[in-house]
């Protein structure tokens, strides 16, 4: 007899959900993570679309710790010393709970979604580092952390991109640096009318700001800005190859960012409060490990379930909702005579393939190649500098039709790159 039907390994919100799901589903489960208190150590630029925690508990928002709705967004193409943005702005839209998307901190937001797994009847033990999977006869059977062994039917490995576990039982390959990129991240304290004011935001609305070019000095990555109530979360990522080609350090190219004549004045005046970094699984479709084996799944970064489209970054969907889906077929296994093995957890993968997981990952698989193409990063920073400097400069000399403003920087930028980017744009966001 087991201690618990489940242990589900890392409070990340994969994990919280996942055990929040087992506990409703009346299966005992116990949350284990190795930090002092759930999402004490969790990073994330900060934008959570609701939509799939919004089907686990209905009107959660209204609950959590949730910081602000997001109802603007921008996008800014910058060199060293101008920017182009797109602004996009809608107050009144977007508020239908399953497509609102909020800005989080995680330290609160885990630490609520882990006490609402208590809460369902889950255990939580914080700080618990888990060190290897426990095996009876080869078959997984619990886990060890330090002293203490603890027995399961079934694990859920929802210990996040590095997952050391699923590398020990050789369900996770090594990371590979050209599908990892490392994120670095301020919180920046400022009062709330401050930010109000500073991006046009009425109570309760949040900005959701994305940079692409000089802030990752050409390489693939960029810079993130989202409003919190009362706190800025401002940071930069960048691929791991790129960093280390490079010999760039990341922090060096953070302090240069928000020294940025476009980002400067957005966080003039904040105290900072954290700063953190961490990895995020940016290699899409290809790098999604095998997710099931006997008694053992695997949910959110722990399966690199992340996509970043430049426009938007997701990871927290995903998770909460691999989280979820791996909850309902352990709950059926138990459910059919709790026979854990790979042929029946197998309903997890098709649950996943059914549902926006897997098909948004397969929608968008070249991606990250897409991404990786030079030209966000450099071409069209300085194409745009040039063309809005051209058409906004007016020093008296015989003026010229914008469309001969325009041709010629088109045409130094490289008309069959820019053909090609989006020729291959098309097919891949
Ligand atoms: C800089 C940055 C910006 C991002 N921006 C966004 C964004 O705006 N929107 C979005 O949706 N996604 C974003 N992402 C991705 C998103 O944060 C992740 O996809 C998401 O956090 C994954 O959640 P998770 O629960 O799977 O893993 P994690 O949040 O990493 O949680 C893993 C948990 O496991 C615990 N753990 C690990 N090992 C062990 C062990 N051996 N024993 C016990 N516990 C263990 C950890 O302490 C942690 O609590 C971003 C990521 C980064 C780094």
Known sequence: MSDYDVIVVGAGVAGATSAYCLAKGGLSVLLLDRGDAAGAKNVTG??????????????????????????????S?????????????????????????YTVLRAEFDAWLAGEAE??????????????????????AGVVAGDDTLTADAVVLADGINSLLARQEGL??????????????????LPERVINDRFNLAEGEGAARLFAGAPSGGLVGGGFLYTNKTS?????????EGLARSRTRLPDMFEAFKKHPAVAPLIEGGALLEYSAHLVPEGGL?????????????????????????????????AIASGQMAAETLIEA???????????????????????????????????????????????????????SDLFTITGEPAVLARKKIWPRLRKAGMGGLAMDLLKGGNAI
């Open 46 to 75: 900060g934008r959570l679309y609701a939509h799939s925690l919004e089907r686990v508990m209905p009107g959660f928002a209204g609950r959590a710790p949730v910081e602000r709705r997001v109802t603007r967004e921008t996008i």
């Open 77 to 101: 193409l910058m060199t060293a010393d101008s920017s182009v943005t797109i602004d996009f702005q809608k107050p009144g839209g977007m508020s239908d709970p399953a497509s609102a998307s």
């Open 119 to 140: 809460k369902a009847g889950c255990d939580l033990v914080c700080p618990a580092h888990v060190d290897r999977l426990l095996k009876d006869n080869g078959r997984i």
């Open 172 to 189: 996770k390959p090594e990371l590979s640096a050209h599908a990892v990129a490392v994120g670095c991240k301020e919180i920046i304290e």
């Open 232 to 240: 800025l979360s401002l940071g930069l990522v960048v691929t791991v």
């Open 286 to 318: 290809k790098t999604i490990p095998d997710l099931v084996s006997d008694n053992i799944l695997i949910v959110g970064d722990a399966a690199n379930l992340c996509l970043n489209l430049g426009y938007t970054v997701r990871g927290m969907d995903f």
């Open 334 to 388: 138990k459910n059919n005579g709790g026979d854990y093995s790979k042929g029946v957890l197998d309903g997890y993968w098709r649950r996943m393939e059914d549902s926006f997981v897997l098909k948004d990952m397969k929608t968008y698989k070249n991606a990250p190649e897409f991404i990786e193409r030079p030209g966000t990063y450099n071409v069209y920073p300085e194409l745009m500098d040039g063309i809005f």
